[in-house]
């Protein structure tokens, strides 16, 4: 029998949270404490399988403009989440990563993301991945700019500028593009996520919502992955 065929990279728009607490007569904030039990399942789920990068979408640009109680409440969360899965992370070789506009994230939140990215940067079996302050439009934007800065004094040799070099200056520079992407909840967007890397990711969405979506469900994104005939505008 031929051996299942598993991603090397898995990104997740983690959503639904808000709808998970509103159909529980709770504040939408109770989502997104239930979704870090979702995170919890997924992260032993992906070590689990042999998968090596798990990256979330855990906040987006777009969503600095919530109101402010749940932006805080958000961040608050967070920082504690980080601090509460350190011990697990080391047990686990977990190697945990925060990508995208850090300038927006309070001193404390980056010092604290700083250390763990520091302490587990040495583990090798899962690379967790984390988006915050993160979209994708922002993230080309940065990249184009450092690009122009790359080639201000020799623009005659902009032609020969490469996809792959281009590639490096993004914030996913060295991660591989996402081989799966899954979106909870039922909505089939990208939302601004990673809009570069997922030229060419299998797409996979779920009515399930966030805070329900353990591993049970995470596996059978990974069935239907195996099952899925990537091409890569080529003919087999
Ligand atoms: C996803 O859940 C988490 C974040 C975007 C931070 P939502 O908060 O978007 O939940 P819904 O979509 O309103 O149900
Ligand atoms: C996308 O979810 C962002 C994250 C999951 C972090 P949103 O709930 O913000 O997206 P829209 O507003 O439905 O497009
Ligand atoms: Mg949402």
Request: net charge negative; hydrophobic share 40%.
């Amino acid at each position: 029998m031929e051996e299942k065929r598993i991603p090397r990279h898995v990104s997740i728009i983690m959503d639904g949270n808000g709808r998970w607490a509103r159909e529980r007569g709770k504040e939408r904030i109770f989502g997104h404490f239930e979704g870090v039990e979702s995170v919890r399942a997924c992260t032993e789920a992906a070590v689990e399988e042999g998968i090596e990068y798990l990256s979330l979408f855990a906040f987006s640009e777009e969503n600095w403009g919530r109101p402010d109680a749940e932006v805080n409440g958000l961040m608050e969360l967070m920082m504690r989440s980080m601090k509460n899965e350190y011990r697990t992370f080391m047990d686990n070789g977990v190697r945990f990563v925060v990508l995208g506009n850090r300038e927006r994230l309070s001193s404390s939140l980056n010092a604290t993301i700083d250390e763990m990215m520091e302490e587990t940067a040495g583990n090798t079996r899962l690379t967790l991945i984390l988006f915050l302050s993160y979209s994708g439009k922002w993230d080309i934007l940065q990249a184009a700019k450092k690009l122009a800065l790359k080639y201000r004094d020799r623009a005659d040799e902009l032609p020969e500028a490469s996809a792959e070099e281009f590639g490096d200056l993004l914030v996913t520079a060295g991660i591989p593009d996402p081989d799966l992407l899954i979106r909870t909840s039922g909505e089939e967007r990208i939302s601004n996520y990673l809009l570069w890397q997922t030229a060419y990711s299998e797409f996979y969405f779920t009515d399930i919502l966030w805070p329900d979506f353990r591993k049970e469900a995470f596996r059978a994104a990974l069935d239907e992955y195996a099952r899925r005939d990537r091409r890569y505008g080529k003919v087999k």
